[in-house]
């Protein structure tokens, strides 16, 4: 057993920051110093992501550590914030280097794919569990907050939905080929950071779909205070979960099985040329799956998923999920 | 058992924050805003506490919700940086609401007193472990870092020490009054944050004793690449630390035993007086301990404590603690 600083000093501790990551003091004193950048907004958020409870525990440790990044910075992108910086409190059963070696290889690919910064970690002793504050900017008044959506706007979904459930329910039953698309969208989720700021400025709302369709779209409208019509034919279906689990599961997967970390938002019909044009630019399909009401609840979903509909009731529990 | 949300809902979610909090998006959102202070540096440091390691099970819960942000916020002490907000990632084997009533109560009471505003959390279930990411402003090259002590300053600390490893001995030993002196010191540590504040401009370097006194003393000395002298006599042992534990026993708990959250630093003779009115009118004395050395290594600890001394060449480990 390594102890904690042997452990933070070979897979944590940084090179130094490049000038522009904004680090005036770098990680090894008792706090790291930022320069923020000035007049604007600073964006946080922590997420907590444990063995067995919201990853597989034989996930392969570089997904895991991409993963447990990625989930954090996707409540970033939600805002439209640009991502600098983040810390990582790791508590571990044992130190096990092949094990360490891939989590952090994970783990910083994503920070240098993003921009991200880690400035700060604590690894302690104790059963697995990952918590990954991050730390973004945006300028004031300019954030896509959950309260924005309006009677009119349409409801749209960046990429595909679906993979995030589609591919747990693949481990599960044992796939473990790597390349298995469904295992990709499940294993790697991507923070949508460059859609998010994109849309700045033309969605009117936003969340991050983590707990499934249906619930964030209930934390929207309740944000809002507003109701929606979803069109179910519409759901952008990500690659194979059809052939993986049949119509009906797919269709439950995408409106209530979450873990796919798309962008779902609302925007008036005039913006959306613009919005699609935006982020086809970074390769990513913009779909339009119903449009905000006045009308509190939810129609068009109402033969869809009972387990979807117990999510938007109000009962999600991330604690639940395998 | 109760949902995340409810969870997060029941206890957590805080009051509007104040004006002064600059909070301008509060929880309930994908982000929490924050409005930086114009031309100051953000300190940020994240601490893990993990039940059964890092604090007893049984510890009184409202202890428990103090103790993981104290000594997180100890770590923007030992900067000299103002407290302004803390984010936290609350692991739990299960709700049981009277524990969480009384967590809340400890955690949000130090923050009140603190001036630090919550702004974010997250809710998991899993083996009880707690992530306290906090974020605190000092002014450009204001910081008291560890890298600044030079040969001839004065080595110091505030209040006194022991008291940490002396109530966690009578804890293991049956000790439940929570009056005692010792367990005072040891459930309920104080993050010495005004008095970093006072410290800045007189203290040439400085570090929270969370390791041991010798071990904290190590990491100074390492990165002002300088070393010390000791005088073990002039050490300031906490009320009752020698009526319970002994002489030998009580210079070993002040010297290597950890979790006094005092701190330690380094300043020139010239500036002792003012330093000390600063630190009286805080109630809190300082104590002078020694001085700073060009020879590497620490005079006057040698026939100190194996412990200790362990602790000062490189193993500190605190998921070793109980």
Chains 1, 2 share one sequence.
Do not use: K
């Not at 400035?119 to 569990?129: I, K, L, Y």
């Not at 504050?133 to 979904?157: F, I, N």
């Not at 390349?179 to 990709?184: F, G, M």
């Not at 849309?199 to 109701?227: F, K, P, R």
């Amino acid at each position: 057993m390594h102890n904690e600083f042997e452990l933070i000093a070979r897979y944590f501790t940084p090179a130094p920051p490049a000038p522009e990551a904004g680090v005036t003091l770098g990680v090894g004193d008792d706090c790291t110093l930022l320069a923020p950048t000035p007049g604007h907004r600073l964006a946080v958020s922590v997420d907590t992501s444990v063995a067995g409870v919201h990853f597989p525990d034989a996930a392969p440790a570089e997904a895991i550590g991409h993963r447990a990044l990625a989930v954090s910075l996707s409540d970033l992108a939600a805002m439209g914030a640009r991502a600098r910086w983040c810390l990582m409190a790791l508590t571990l059963a044992r130190a096990d280097d092949a094990w360490l070696e891939g989590f952090s290889r994970g783990f910083r690919a994503l920070c240098a794919a993003t921009g991200t910064a880690l400035v700060g970690g604590d690894v302690t002793r104790g059963a697995t569990t990952i918590g990954v504050t991050v730390m973004g900017e945006v300028a004031p008044r300019a954030a896509l907050t959950r309260g924005g959506a309006r009677a009119g706007d349409l409801l749209a979904v960046t990429g595909a939905l679906g993979g995030g459930a589609g591919g747990l329910a693949l481990w599960q039953r044992g796939e473990r080929d790597p390349a298995h698309p469904l295992l990709v969208r499940y294993l790697w989720p991507q923070p949508r950071l460059a859609a998010g700021e994109a849309l700045l400025g033309l969605a009117t709302a936003a969340i991050d779909i983590s707990d499934g369709l249906l619930a964030d779209l209930g934390h929207v409208l309740e944000a809002s205070g507003a109701g929606a019509e979803l069109e179910l034919e519409a759901l952008p279906l990500a690659e194979g979960l059809v052939a993986a689990l049949g119509d009906e599961q797919a269709r439950r997967a995408a409106l209530g099985g979450g873990d796919d970390y798309e962008l779902l938002l609302t925007l008036p019909a005039e913006r959306l040329d613009e919005a699609r044009r935006r982020l086809a630019a970074l390769g990513l399909p913009l779909t339009v799956i119903g449009r905000i009401t006045d009308t509190p609840g939810v129609v068009g979903a109402e033969d869809g998923v009972p387990g979807g509909w117990q999510h938007f009731q109000g009962q999600p529990d991330q604690g639940e999920r395998p």
